[in-house]
């Protein structure tokens, strides 16, 4: 019997800081429990954007050719043994992490927390997961989503985002049942997506923080926030009291144009900045709490006597677990206003480079801002 040919495909792999290449790679028939995906569409992420820079994210150093992307839908083009509930040519999207289903955490249904979790795209394990810029990916069946049937493969792919903010609003305890005002530190694609999931939620307020104001106005004009304040840019605090000082001023300042004196219920910081963090203990109100969506500095100064003696909750929050159904629904049903429009550049496979780029610089060549780019099947 001769032997079966395999086929190729392209993908856009990492070999280090900047060098990304659009290489041909075998492409594989699915294994036990896998399902063969076409992707359809890709979301370029922050982590994404760091391993491009930097060839690293945080304390995850690229050991080996990698290939990107985690935030993406596309179409099943072969099914592997075992499975029973996808067939070829259904929609799905892709919940980049594979958890081990066999420890502590995965049994208590909090598998976003699982110590041997292998994520798509990410450095943490060796042998590393490629994601998904890439033609077809062979990936477990029990993490991958059918789409509703008005949810396009763009709009898939925001579930993956989406997905963060769903599980943090579940800790924050966001309930359309018992509305609470929100306030958004930051508005890239995390933060305007927090704002839309808490107008989901009938959020009596949805503001919005930043230091960019071109982004600020577009939260606002296209209904993400309700008001927008935008803080000052000032020299670096010579010490710890002035930092934690001109945080209490500046939150001030914006709690009095919110006109929210006594703050919010909920603060959802995105940024990961040290400022911003100081800033939103004193912006939750008393009893309220303080989500923190935004990855930044591993050690960072926070003003606890503040939260302490007003019982405010500081609640960190780690991907998400068991809410692809849920952001899928959500992003199939119209509920989301204008979530498209978080979608500002589209690329093919074999640009991603360019997209990277251009992510890293934030403005186009005609100097539109890049909030969410997104990277569609190779045209070769």
């Given amino acids: 019997m001769s032997p079966v040919a395999l086929r190729t495909q392209h993908a856009a792999v990492l070999h280090g800081p900047k060098d990304l290449r659009f290489e041909d790679r075998t492409l594989w028939p699915p294994q036990q429990g896998q399902v063969q995906v076409a992707v359809a569409a890709t979301g370029l992420c922050g982590s994404d954007l760091h391993y491009y820079l930097h060839g690293r994210n945080g304390d995850f150093a690229l050991q080996a050719p990698l290939v990107l992307g985690h935030e993406a839908a596309g179409v099943v083009t072969a099914v592997g043994p075992g499975v029973k509930n996808f067939v070829v040519g259904q929609r799905v999207a892709i919940e980049a992490g594979i958890m081990c289903n066999n420890c502590s955490f995965c049994s208590k249904g909090r598998y976003n927390l699982c110590k041997n979790m292998r994520f798509c795209s ?12 890439q033609d077809r990916m062979n990936h477990p069946a029990h993490v991958l989503h059918p789409l509703p049937d008005h949810c396009t493969f763009d709009q898939a792919a925001l579930a993956e985002p989406l997905s963060v903010l ?26 305007l997506l927090a704002c839309s999931l808490a107008k989901s939620y009938g959020a009596t307020s949805v503001v919005a923080i930043d230091i960019n104001q071109t982004r600020l106005d577009f939260a606002r004009e296209q209904g993400f926030a309700q008001k927008t304040f ?10 710890t009291d002035d930092q934690l000082r001109r945080a209490k001023e500046n939150i001030s300042a914006a709690l009095v144009h919110f006109d929210m004196p006594d703050g919010f219920d909920v603060v959802f910081e995105c940024t990961g900045a040290e400022p911003c963090i100081q ?12 989500m923190l969506v935004g990855m930044g500095a591993r050690n960072i100064t926070l003003p606890l006597s503040a939260a302490a003696l007003r019982e405010v909750d500081i ?38 480079a360019r997209a990277f780029d251009l992510l890293a610089k934030g403005r186009d060549e005609n100097g539109q801002m890049v909030l969410k780019v997104m990277i569609g099947p190779s045209s070769q």
């Fill in 166 to 191: 769903l599980h943090a609003s579940r800790r924050a305890g966001l309930s359309s049942s018992t509305p609470s005002s929100v306030l958004v530190f930051g508005v890239g694609a995390i933060g």
């Fill in 315 to 352: 609640q960190g929050s780690f991907r998400y677990c068991n809410t692809y159904p849920s952001a899928l629904s959500l992003l199939g049903s119209g509920r989301l206003p204008n979530i498209e429009k978080i979608i500002t550049h589209r690329f093919p496979l074999e640009e991603s």
């Fill in 230 to 239: 935008c803080l000052p840019m000032t020299d670096k605090a010579k010490t």
């Fill in 122 to 133: 990410s450095a943490k394990t060796f042998p590393h997961l490629d994601g998904t810029l």
């Fill in 279 to 290: 800033m939103s203990i004193h912006a939750a109100v008393t009893g309220g709490k303080v």
